[in-house]
């Protein structure tokens, strides 16, 4: 259902990659709720990917890019502005990457220039894009800008890797940014951090299945799924949260408040049904 929150604004979507993207489904309902956008990706994932066929859809200006390249990222709110007709209302950061992830380097055996890279692509990125509209003065006056992040920003979580280290600089980034962009622009800055989801990038970390069942049994509305994050991120962009800035919102079916649920207790304790003796007693030796 639409309730035309974003009837005559204009945005652009960084990430979408094809229909399990968190970014694909944003794009969808920014649409629906009555904005015109353009979509960002790189050019490799603009050729691996479909979002050419998303740009059709919704008849949106695809605008490749390296959203770790300072031109680019020009260019990006250039013709975004050239093709929407004017600077944008809100602007969605959904990218992320670690090659250390990628190549199973371990936390403890970090490859440290794919480190740098995980940090750039991930979060530095967010920095560049910013900046970079801050200084071409991109963004209308009570405009808003999210990233995507996950709670291992703040608890370990066992094979997100230096992911982590990325998501916790994003959010700073958030911060320290939205201070600045608010203070002068009214330009709100905020981070959603979503369930676990099943995505292309999500589906690289060791035991991601294993994480998403886990943080099921424990939330007690369940993990969030894109097409959900998809409609908290409309009401972020709408002018609904003009004084909402700077925040890291959790978006995880109340899983970042619990410490043990009754599913996920079931479920660790049939683990040990095994070493049980006729008396139900544990076996330990």
């Not at 790189?42 to 691996?48: F, G, H, S």
């Not at 859809?57 to 007709?85: C, H, R, Y």
């Not at 978006?251 to 619990?258: A, K, L, N, P, R």
């Amino acid at each position: 259902m639409a309730y035309n929150l974003l009837k005559g604004k204009r945005g652009i979507v960084f990430g979408a990659l094809n229909d399990m993207s968190i970014a694909w489904k944003v794009a969808e309902r920014v649409v629906e709720e009555g904005a015109v956008i353009t979509l960002s990706n790189t050019p490799l994932a603009v050729r691996m990917g479909t979002t050419n066929e998303l740009a059709e859809k919704l008849n949106a200006k695809l605008i490749p890019a390296d959203a770790t390249n300072v031109a680019d990222l020009e260019e990006v709110f250039k013709q975004s502005m050239e093709a929407l007709g004017g600077k944008v209302d809100f602007v969605l950061h959904s990218i992320g990457m670690s090659p250390n992830v990628r190549k199973k380097r371990t936390y403890d055996d970090l490859d440290y220039d794919l480190l740098n890279t995980t940090l750039d692509i991930s979060a530095v990125s967010f920095h560049k894009m910013l900046q970079v509209a801050k200084k071409l003065d991109a963004i209308n006056e009570w405009g808003s800008v999210v990233a995507l992040t996950y709670m291992a920003a703040q608890r370990t979580m066992f094979g997100y890797n230096d992911m982590a280290d990325a998501k916790a600089m994003l959010e700073s980034i958030a911060r320290s940014f939205g201070y600045i962009y608010g203070r002068e622009h009214n330009v709100r800055v905020n981070t959603i951090s979503q369930s676990p989801t099943i995505t292309t990038a999500g589906s690289g970390v060791k035991g991601f299945d294993s994480l998403v069942d886990f943080s099921e049994r424990m939330s007690p509305l369940g993990n969030a799924t894109a097409a959900e994050c998809a409609d908290y991120c409309v009401t972020m962009f709408s002018d609904l949260t003009r004084k909402v800035t700077m925040q890291n919102l959790f978006h995880d079916g109340g899983f970042s408040s619990m410490g043990m649920s009754f599913r996920a207790m079931e479920q660790y304790n049939k683990s040990f049904e095994e070493f049980k003796d006729e008396q139900g007693n544990i076996i330990y030796g």
